[in-house]
């Protein structure tokens, strides 16, 4: 938070900011609020801070600080915030972990309004539903914290600003600063005569405001300005004057000042007058996040964004004094609603001959169409005295398309769909005056027909409803945590931001800064690598390449390698080749940029599943599943579609990027390697691999993950690699930390799919056929790419029994970076394959794609494709229960309802089952240990195998300690995950870190109650103390192991057949959404999710995991879109080009409830791994889009098939909503009423 003091109106401003951006010569006497100063462990931990680790809001907890910040400053300025203005404070906030509905939650806490959800379900809102649930049999709980423990939130306990700056600022005189760095210069004059001096000085150096436009650039893409001038502190720039006819504006002014201003102005004005402000104001209500508005200035935006600036358009257009009958209007469209550039966006304006609609005046401006804003000027020019009505209108959209020409883009920027937004954008404010010609005038003007009133508002965030239904454990003993809604043990660490990651470990003495020089060919050989320039850079210490590798370089875990620096060819984009080290990062970064490669292109260069497929290249082996016999029954079935569906891959994303320090210790080649990773054991393995050294010479440490996701365990094994090899050349201590792109572009993420079917079913809805194919696009080096195609094998029947069966899966080579393991890994891709052709085949025989769910779902005893028994009694129950508890069929009901009475926005609902089969398939991945040591004072120092990235693995693990030893939580701590504590741990994935590790927790407590029970039995009145103190003077050992084998699981691929698993999760998930046909953007109203995972231990953990996986699911299915060139570079390399769902995008009302009375006989206290399988349900969002643009080609009678590919964007949804405006883009449309 940056608080600076205004001496002339004595106010003082905070303000949020993002630190990466945020010039520190630009800070000169403000004041910086950190999260360290907000609250701590030492003195008090602010409320903000308590609230959201006791809401839940944090999980791994690398986002949280910045929540805390957004929320702090808002509450510094507005302590009893509205919900509207808390969720603008948090826009610009990305959490990857908990899909934000308890970090909302604890943000309600401290609204004005009432934190009830207002769902007047049964005429009884969420606070009164509890009592009412605990009549029944089963009881049940919606809380997951008490509002009882808070601190109340006290303004004058508030840190205050510094009265000296507060001084300095009245006393001191103005006068221009100059700032010299190793590289720059920052002059900040104080006048604009000085200003303009030094831009005659000084030509080239910009104008510095805000640096939300020039710091970009300068961070990623190499720009570099060794002057800057800053004129934030001249007066006429921050000026802001309200006249008779409008208002002015300094340049500097930020836009989150504009937006103040003028929303008092919309007030103050004449409505007249305010057209304009309001249309603006539009604009800045999703322009960015709160933090970039609050740095951003009015003029760097208008000179800076020269396409995509949202102002730029409704400012031109409206570039006059305002008149009676005259109408401004500003629209974007953003590849997400909030915080996001604008694919396109317009602004627009027209005058009206007086008291007539004859056009006497007309601009139109639109933005992100080409590199500038540009003007329909021959358009506009030629409609001046024509009539608002639909001829012109016709003739508008004509002339629109013909002025505004979109040349064709290789930065894989569908020009089609901006060419449609620029008409249905005039459409759209067509709409707006015809309708308010008629609020002015009703008898000459008709006005829009009622359907199409709806469009004209566009869709809100607004504060999300939840609820969270659990069961509740009235009759265990107080004590015992087991089953209750614990907070996360690092949850007020991760709030304060004492929480250590491994780039908060301090220096190491002499330590080093590792940049990886990646390839940018695809396939090439290289000829030549020329380090010269960057050995000369400052501070540069070496350059390592794949011959300081001393031993492996190349890791064969199958036939094709994994390779840790490229040695004469590369392979993809991305590739690493070699790494600068040097003392800083900056410094590292510089020279990086400053080596050579020489490459000579080798063919072929294979990028896609259809280009790896026609050159046979795939990863060994293929698979196949079969069962009943599938070419007989499709000889007789009634029916046979076939088709396809395209699934994107996904970044992971995970907050913290891949970060590894490694220290050499000087002695006997030990190393400690301190490293952000899923899996240390591999991590140990490969870094002594590539050493040559033994495996207990490297000593591997996590404390804790800022978020993986499957992300972090070849890949970081990779990369701590490197930083070893450069430890060990250099015998200085490495730190590697992957800047935002370079994470992207280097480590991979979840496979590109393609499902090919071919199903075979009966009249009624009865599938009894499917014949299917499954190819995934693995990238360059095999990683667990052929597992992921055996998954998606294995988990493509979900919830459906499909008596002939044949299925194959091919895991394409290809040249994009290698992908690796993510959530779910495999199943949902599978799965969404499996439920398109379910809705074709409900499309088909024309019932219910829920009837046709509910007609081929599994229902009794029975066997999966591969012959391992399920019970799926639980299925039904959650199918059942999300059918009820989201009243489906009456919502239904609305959602036609709403359809019939609205024409260019449409509802949609789906509901879908999931079948989630746990297990490894191998007995020896889910072998785990546990250390659990009880020290003489009575404290416990509990460790595992397991990996702390968020999913409370830790927190559980010290219930399962709780309960076992009996004692309380806080007696038992967890220090970290270490190879040196725990040997040859398996990696925390697939769901079953709780599972196994708490088996081994549970092996390890028992054993030392058994050597104390003797001690016990003797005192039975005596306190835990009174009992170790004992036991240490009778010589018992207060150490043990625990250990767990792993679950018999194997699977014959020969056969066909197998217990690759030991359980299944089920699961339901109804959602409901609502689509404008005219940009394709969506609002997700509701989704309501019955999940079964047995006896859940922690509640609080295991909902966050399914709404953070949900929320997860919902990106992967719906907005998360990786694009590269035509070379194979990934274009999509950081936060601006890639989005992930913020909170605009979670459902407005959102619930889940865990399935009551389910056991497993399996799992730790009966509990049921839980981290992945929530993703899948995210799906329903996808179908339920599909259901909204089903009834508008329904209602539109057009054709009935048609294919939607993952993710389903707004330009898909725009496609797929076939209407004039489309036709006149693809050139297929013959004139004719729009
Ligand atoms: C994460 C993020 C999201 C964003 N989302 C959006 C969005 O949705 N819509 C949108 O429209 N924009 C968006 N922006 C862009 C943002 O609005 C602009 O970067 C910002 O307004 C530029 O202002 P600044 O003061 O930070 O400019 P700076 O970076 O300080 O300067 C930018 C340029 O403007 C020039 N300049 C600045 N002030 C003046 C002046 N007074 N006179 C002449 N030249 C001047 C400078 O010389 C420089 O070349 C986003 C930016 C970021 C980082
Ligand atoms: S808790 Fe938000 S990113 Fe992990």
């Not at 009901?893 to 449409?906: G, P, R, S």
Request: net charge neutral; glycine share 8%.
């Amino acid at each position: 938070m940056i608080s600076t003091y205004e001496p002339a109106s004595k106010k003082i401003r905070h303000y949020s900011a993002n630190a990466c951006l945020l010039p520190i010569c630009s800070l000169y006497g403000a004041a910086v609020t950190t999260v360290e100063g907000v609250g701590s462990t030492k003195t008090r931990v602010h409320p903000v801070q308590e609230r959201l680790a006791k809401c839940h809001g944090s999980q791994c907890g690398f986002c949280t600080p910045g929540m805390v910040m957004s929320i702090y400053t808002l509450l510094r300025n507005h302590p009893e915030p509205t919900s509207e203005q808390m969720i603008a404070a948090l826009a610009g906030n990305l959490c990857r972990c908990t899909g934000y509905r308890p970090i909302l939650d604890a943000c309600k806490t401290f609204c004005k309004e009432s934190i009830c959800c207002q769902r007047k379900t049964n005429e009884k809102c969420c606070l009164d539903q509890e009592d009412d649930l605990f009549d029944k049999e089963e009881k049940v709980s919606t809380r997951l914290f008490s509002t009882d423990e808070f601190q109340p939130l006290d303004p004058t306990q508030e840190l205050i600003f510094p009265p000296e700056l507060m001084r300095m600022a009245e006393n001191q005189p103005k006068r221009t600063l100059s700032f010299h760095g190793e590289r720059m210069t920052w002059i900040s004059p104080v006048s604009l005569d000085e200003l303009l001096d030094l831009k005659a000085s000084y030509p080239k150096a910009p104008l510095l405001v805000g640096n939300t436009s020039v710091g970009p650039e300068m961070k990623f893409r190499g720009v570099f300005h060794p002057i800057v001038i800053a004129p934030a502190r001249i007066p006429d720039l921050n000026v802001v004057k309200c006249l008779d006819d409008g208002l002015t504006l300094g340049a500097a002014c930020s836009l989150s000042v504009v937006k103040d201003i003028l929303t008092n102005a919309v007030v103050e004005f004449p409505e007249e007058k305010t057209k304009v402000f309001s249309a603006v104001l539009q604009q800045l209500r999703t322009l960015a996040g709160e933090q970039i508005r609050n740095m951003a200035s009015l003029g760097g935006n208008i000179v800076s964004r020269k396409s995509t600036s949202d102002l730029n358009p409704i400012l031109a257009a409206s570039n006059c004094m305002l008149n009676l009958g005259e109408y401004v209007s500003a629209f974007r469209q953003a590849p997400r609603r909030e915080n996001a550039l604008p694919v396109t966006n317009a602004g627009m304006r027209v005058l009206f001959e007086e008291g007539t609609d004859t056009i006497k005046d007309l601009s139109i401006f639109y933005g992100g169409a080409v590199s500038t804003t540009v003007c329909a000027k021959q358009t506009c020019r030629t409609l001046i005295g024509r009539h608002w009505n639909k001829q012109m209108l016709d003739e508008a959209c004509r002339l629109v398309l013909k002025e505004i020409a979109l040349p064709g883009s290789d930065s894989g920027e569908k020009v089609d769909y901006k060419k449609t937004l620029i008409v249905s954008f005039f459409y759209r404010f067509f709409l707006e005056v015809s309708q308010s010609l008629k609020t002015m005038d009703p008898c000459h003007y008709p006005g829009i027909p009622m359907e199409y009133r709806s469009v004209l508002q566009d869709f809100k965030t607004k504060m999300p409803q939840s609820i969270q239904i659990y069961q509740a454990k009235p009759s265990q003993s107080p004590q015992d945590p087991v089953g209750r809604p614990v907070m996360h043990q690092s949850g007020i660490k991760h709030a304060t931001g004492e929480a250590v990651y491994v780039d908060d470990l301090p220096s190491v003495d002499g330590e080093l800064f590792l940049a990886v020089v990646t390839s940018s060919r695809a396939h090439a050989k290289i000829v030549s690598i020329d380090t010269s320039e960057a050995l000369k850079g400052p501070g540069v210490f070496d350059i390592i390449t794949a011959h300081d590798v001393p031993a492996t370089n190349e890791f064969y875990y199958s036939d094709d390698p994994e390779i840790i620096f490229a040695r004469n060819k590369v392979i993809c984009v991305g590739q690493i080749v070699c790494a600068v080290v040097a003392d800083s990062d900056d410094h590292a970064k510089q020279a990086a940029a400053k080596v050579k490669i020489e490459y000579e292109v080798l063919e072929p260069v294979i990028l896609t599943i259809a280009e790896a497929i026609q050159h046979n290249s795939f990863f060994e082996p293929k698979r196949k599943l079969e069962q009943g016999n599938v070419d007989r029954a499709f000889e007789t079935v009634d029916n046979i579609i076939e088709g396809e569906i395209h699934i994107g891959g996904q970044e992971h994303f995970y907050i913290e990027t891949q970060s590894v320090l490694v220290v050499p210790k000087g002695e006997d080649k030990e190393m400690d390697v301190y490293v952000s990773t899923q899996h240390p054991a591999i991590i140990q393995e490969m870094v002594a691999a590539s050493l040559g050294v033994p495996a207990n010479r490297i000593m591997c440490h996590v404390k804790r993950v800022g978020g993986a996701f499957g992300g972090k365990l070849l890949k970081a094994g990779l990369l701590a690699s490197v930083a070893a090899v450069a430890a060990n050349k250099t015998s200085r201590a490495v730190r590697l930390i992957l800047s935002r792109g370079d994470d992207m572009l280097i480590t991979g993420g979840r496979h590109p799919f393609i499902g090919k079917y071919k199903v075979g079913f009966m009249k009624d809805g009865r599938i009894r056929a499917v014949d299917a194919k499954y190819y995934i696009n693995g990238g360059c080096t095999p990683d667990e790419s052929v597992l992921v195609a055996e998954v998606s094998l294995l988990k493509m029947d979900n919830a459906y029994k499909i008596p002939n069966l044949r299925c194959r899966a091919y895991a394409c080579k290809t040249n994009l970076p290698s992908n690796t393991a993510f959530r779910g890994f495999g199943f949902p891709q599978s799965a969404l394959v499996t439920e398109t052709w379910i809705t074709g085949v409900a499309d088909k025989v024309g019932l219910s794609p829920e009837k046709i769910r509910e007609i081929n779902m599994y229902k009794e005893n029975e066997q999966t494709h591969f012959k391992q028994k399920l019970d799926p009694q639980n299925l039904i129950r959650c199918w059942n229960e999300c059918m009820e508890k989201s009243a489906y069929y009456s919502r239904k009901t609305a959602v036609n309802e709403f359809n019939k009475q609205n024409y260019w926005k449409k509802k949609g609902i789906a509901i879908v089952p999931m079948k989630f089969p746990f297990g490894l398939g191998t007995r020896y991945l889910s072998q785990a240990a546990a250390l659990v040591h009880i020290y003489t004072d009575g404290s416990v120092l509990l460790t595992h195998g397991g990996i702390e990235m968020g999913q409370g693995i830790h927190t559980k693990m010290i219930q399962v300690a709780s309960r076992e030893l009996n004692i309380p939580m806080s007696c038992i701590h967890f220090c970290e995950t270490s190879t040196t504590t725990v040997p040859n741990a398996c990696a925390s994935v697939g769901s079953a870190g709780t599972d196994v590790n708490g088996m081994a927790v549970k092996d390890a407590c028992q054993t030392l109650m058994k050597r104390l029970q003797p001690i016990i039995n003797k005192n039975p009145k005596g306190t835990w103390n009174d009992w170790i103190k004992e036991a240490f003077e009778q010589s018992v050992s207060l150490s043990a192991t625990g250990y767990f084998r792993g679950y018999n699981e194997n699977m014959d691929w020969e056969k066909g057949e197998g217990q690759p698993f030991t359980y299944f999760l089920y699961g339901a998930a109804c959602s409901e959404v609502e689509i404008n046909c005219l940009t394709g953007d969506h609002k997700n109203i509701r989704t309501d999710i019955v999940m079964d995972i047995g006896c859940s231990i922690n509640p609080a953990v295991d909902i966050g995991q399914i709404e953070g996986a949900f929320v997860q699911g919902i990106g992967l299915y719906t907005m998360e879109e990786l694009k590269y060139s035509p070379e194979g570079v990934l274009y999509t390399r950081g936060p601006d080009q890639y989005k992930i769902p913020a909170v605009c995008d979670i459902p407005e009302q959102f619930s889940v409830s865990l399935l009551s009375s389910s056991q497993n006989p399996y799992a730790i206290y009966a509990s049921k791994g839980i981290g992945e399988a929530g993703l899948f349900l995210g799906c329903s969002v996808f179908f339920a889009l599909r259901d909204a643009v089903t009834r508008v080609r329904n209602e539109r009678g057009l054709k009935k098939t048609f294919a939607l590919n993952s993710p389903l964007t707004a330009e898909q949804i725009r496609a797929s909503c076939t209407d004039d405006f489309t036709e006149m883009v693809i050139g297929r449309w013959r004139g004719g009423s729009v």
